[in-house]
């Protein structure tokens, strides 16, 4: 059901590396987001977008960046990764406040 | 700012009792709320959503969820457990009126005892 894709799925890297998360949906939706969950554990929101040109920072403070140059592009960024860093990192898109979320599959992030 | 409690990160019931997982909001203004379900090693999907019509809504799976005003609440209930309900529940609040931020609550995961 989800027209939404995260690469790469799995990604083992050094400490300070610069690493970008992908994520785009083809859903038209204009409202997306990023959140970092832990294993059956919280979700946390560190980045949000009205729509292109528009980025906002969530709940949780966060090293990374994003952008959104195009409607179904959002990509996450870190310019330097550290093992604190090592997570599951979520993208999701939605038409409107009062609409359902969709999820990408994932990004599982592991910093050496 | 917007924000959602959940009381009790872990809840365990008998196959067949109630299930009440409890979720109270803040909101600055007429709050979006949503349940959503993360079963084991898989993605979050949406159970129920309330948006301002009946405070009574209907969910997938037999759930459904109340919305008291007056308690700021959102609280989650199905009648009579089964073991496939077993997973991670979470609630959620976007404030309305244009403010696109979703906030997520701490999560509870339920246990269904055989």
């Known amino acids: 059901e989800a027209d939404i894709y995260q690469t790469p799925r799995y990604l083992v890297i050094g400490t300070g590396k610069k690493i970008t998360l992908e994520c785009s949906q083809t859903?038209?939706?204009?409202?997306m987001y990023w959140y970092q969950q832990d294993p059956g554990m919280e979700l946390h929101l560190i980045h949000y977008?009205?729509?292109?040109?528009?980025?906002e920072k969530g709940d949780l403070s966060s090293e990374s960046t994003v952008s959104r140059i195009r409607t179904e592009h959002f990509p996450l960024t870190l310019e330097s990764a550290r093992p604190s860093h090592t997570s599951q990192y979520l993208c999701?898109?939605?038409?409107?406040?009062?609409?359902?979320?969709?999820f990408g599959s994932g990004t599982q992030l592991s910093v050496l | 700012a917007q924000s959602v409690t959940q009381l009790g990160s872990h809840v365990s019931v008998s196959e067949g009792a109630l299930v009440l997982l409890r979720c109270n909001y803040s909101?600055?203004?007429?709050?979006?709320l949503f349940w959503y379900v993360q079963y084991p090693n898989q993605g979050l999907q949406l159970l129920l959503k309330?948006?301002?019509?009946?405070?009574l809504v209907k969910g997938i799976n037999g759930f459904e969820a109340e919305f008291k005003k007056s308690e700021t609440s959102f609280h989650l209930t199905k009648p009579s457990a089964h073991m496939s309900d077993a997973a991670e529940y979470f609630c959620?609040?976007?404030?309305?009126?244009?403010?696109?931020?979703?906030?997520f609550g701490t999560g509870t995961r339920l246990t269904i005892i055989p």
């Open positions: 859903m038209g939706h204009d409202k």
């Open positions: 977008s009205y729509g292109v040109n528009s980025t």
């Open positions: 959620a609040v976007s404030d309305g009126f244009g403010n696109e931020k979703l906030t």
């Open positions: 909101s600055s203004v007429p709050p979006y």
């Open positions: 309330y948006t301002s019509a009946a405070t």
């Open positions: 999701a898109s939605r038409r409107g406040a009062n609409e359902k979320l969709f």
